[in-house]
């Protein structure tokens, strides 16, 4: 009888150490990130990943890298994700001994300051040029883009042509006329991964989840994590996702042909004996690039994030473009 007594346990006890652990560990993780971001911010200032510029009401983190009185400066525009900055210099390593790099995280990105505002092609160039003058940084630039920050180049090149030098695409997203429903946004909700964030959960899960394929070293595994950490729970980042075809739309109709040398490195195959390569040319990259005029393509068939995948043969691509211009 007596050893049946000891076994029960009182519930309201058992209650009150279920809600304890409930309220506890939510507040310990939030407690965590908050300790942990402060950390994070001096290590990315203290490796060179973090230099915000005011451009009136919010920063944009500006990186810049390399030779600050070599051959020109090359104003970098990632796609839709984060980390570039650290990703690319592995392709970049030898141009930084004659270039001078300057990656701009747009608003929610790689630092940058969030906003629920439009992101629209126009606006997104603003805050580009913005921040390069805030920075010191005058023109003319050589724009090198991948992926969707093609088609903010694009946009850019046709509309300040006299700011601009030459234009490097690699694997950019083609800009096209799309029919009306196809600009329409969808949802931009983003509520999971901001409680990821807020409370600690993708401070620990995000380095196992994310793939370091590029061999990054462990310094640049942690910064690129953080980049990403960064990024993920931002309305920005929400907002322009919902806008990609209207971008795309709306910067077809303002592309024009312009005397800026263009260089578009496509990770297609470019075996234009095979009819639906030829066809998948004719009707998505040659009127893009027909369109904005003096243009070259190099293929180099492979994964859309060809600079990783290909960084040597990227950059022998794109110095050999440089003598060509010169």
């Not at 001994?97 to 608003?107: E, H, T």
């Not at 429903?181 to 807020?198: F, I, M, Q, R």
């Not at 920005?236 to 990609?244: L, S, Y």
Request: net charge negative; with cysteine.
């Amino acid at each position: 009888m007596k050893k049946e007594q000891r076994v029960k346990r009182n519930p309201k006890k058992i209650l009150i150490r279920i809600l304890i652990a409930v309220v506890a560990v939510p507040a310990g993780l939030f407690i965590f990130h908050i300790i942990k971001h402060g950390i994070d911010m001096k290590y990315l200032a203290e490796r060179g990943y973090y230099n915000p510029v005011s451009i009136g009401d919010r920063s944009l983190n500006v990186l810049k890298f390399g030779n600050e009185e070599g051959k020109g400066k090359i104003v970098v525009l990632s796609g839709m994700g984060a980390g570039l900055s650290v990703e690319m210099r592995k392709m970049t390593g030898k141009l930084e001994k004659d270039y001078q790099f300057i990656y701009i995280g747009r608003a929610g990105w790689d630092g940058s300051d969030d906003c629920k505002d439009d992101r629209t092609a126009e606006i997104i160039v603003e805050e580009y040029r913005d921040a390069l003058k805030e920075s010191g940084t005058e023109a003319p630039y050589i724009l090198m883009a991948h992926s969707m920050g093609g088609v903010y180049a694009s946009y850019w090149v046709s509309k300040y042509p006299e700011e601009i030098e030459a234009f490097i695409n690699i694997d950019g997203t083609y800009i096209e006329p799309v029919t009306e429903e196809e600009t329409g946004g969808g949802s931009s909700g983003n509520g999971l991964y901001k409680a990821a964030v807020s409370f600690g959960i993708g401070d620990i899960l995000l380095p196992v989840l994310l793939k370091n394929d590029s061999a990054l070293s462990k310094d640049d595994w942690r910064t690129y994590c953080i980049l990403q950490l960064l990024s993920i729970s931002s309305d920005a980042v929400a907002k322009e996702g919902t806008q990609i075809n209207q971008n795309r739309n709306a910067v077809w109709n303002v592309l024009v042909k312009t005397d800026v040398p263009k260089l578009y490195i496509s990770a297609r195959d470019g075996d234009l004996e095979d009819s639906e390569q030829k066809e998948a040319n004719e009707k998505e990259l040659i009127p893009y690039l027909e369109k904005m005029g003096n243009y070259e393509i190099v293929y180099l068939p492979g994964s859309h994030f060809i600079y990783k995948t290909e960084p040597d043969r990227c950059e022998e691509i794109i110095e050999e473009y440089f003598k060509s211009l010169r």
